[in-house]
């Protein structure tokens, strides 16, 4: 009985930490087409994609770097958990350089 308590205690566990990780694969797509659209609306289009990851799960708290279509080096930085309107902001530079400031709505 304990080893079936166990096995269904692991398997419990393994489904979690795959829908947690599956919700941080969708935060990072999400994110990073925001930022592609931030970026573009600020006069750095990217050339390809937005390439995102969620490094705290808890915090939400997402890294992405692309290239513009210049060749310079693009990152944004921000929170998903934060309410939005009151939340940390997006932010996304470009060469080292701040380019915008965006809160994701």
């Not at 990073?32 to 390439?51: D, I, M, T, V």
């Not at 080096?73 to 080292?96: E, H, I, R």
């Amino acid at each position: 009985m304990n080893a079936r308590l166990l096995a269904i205690a692991g398997i419990s566990a393994g489904l979690l930490a795959g829908c947690a990780n599956m919700m941080s694969g969708t935060n990072a797509t999400y994110a990073g087409a925001y930022g592609a659209k931030w970026f573009e609306q600020a006069g750095y289009p990217l050339n390809g994609l937005l390439q995102c990851q969620v490094i705290d799960p808890k915090a939400g708290s997402v890294n992405c770097s692309g290239v513009t279509l210049r060749g310079e080096q693009a990152v944004m930085t921000g929170d998903l958990n934060k309410p939005t309107g009151g939340g940390s902001p997006f932010v996304g530079t470009v060469g080292g350089r701040e380019v915008f400031r965006e809160i994701m709505h």
